[in-house]
């Protein structure tokens, strides 16, 4: 048995969204991550014979490798606690578009030679576009992007999950959002900011995606990883 890790270390001030205010000013996602107690001043409560370390943390939850449930674009739809374990640890597949140039999109003629004629029924569908490369830089926020027929092709095929190893499945200026639009509605979930994909190409796996129950929660981060078959 092998697993290969798909996400980003959860870190204290790490990258995330960069969104405009109606001002133009601009708030950045991140974490802060501090100790809440730490060992040298938990020792006197144990007398010295132990000591222990608490952890504070402060995150937006679409931050990190992160899962959207449907509560994030529909006010009336599910949220991160009523997703079902069966949803999030699926058969996956692995689509290569590398070579691609910020704010482009992908058209669908580039997929249906890899997966027109497999069946994608209860699976994650997941893109690599080697962006993940680019984390931590400026470079990361402009990226390629799957078009709206590739959205519409994934629903046909009855897909219960799609990922990218992007800051965003959608393009970022268009506003009507297709990709969480569309897949949300349908129940498919989403997982942004992937890494390590490559690591998968051509292979079968069970794909990982799991959160933490949180009630009334739009997004969540995750340790996304596949367990490979071999």
Known sequence: MKFVDLSHTFEDGMPGFKMKTGSESII?????????????????IYQGKASFEITQMSFQTSLGTYLDSPFHRFPDKRDISKITLDEVILPGIV?????????????????????ATKN???????????WSYYWGTDQYYDYPFISEEIIDFLISKK?????????????????????HTKL??????IVENLTNLENLLSKEFRFFAVPLKAKNTAAMPIRAFAELNL
């Open 28 to 44: 950045n996602y991140t974490a802060q991550i501090k100790p809440f107690l730490k060992h040298e001043d938990s020792k006197a």
């Open 95 to 115: 689509i290569a578009l590398h070579h691609y140039n910020p704010h482009e999109m992908i058209g669908l003629n580039i997929i249906t030679k890899t997966i």
């Open 120 to 130: 994608l029924t209860g699976m994650a569908v997941l893109f690599n576009f080697n």
């Open 159 to 179: 897909v219960k999950l799609v990922g990218v190893d992007t800051l965003n499945i959608d393009d970022s200026h268009n506003l009507y959002r297709p990709a």
């Open 184 to 189: 949300l509605q349908e129940d498919i979930l």
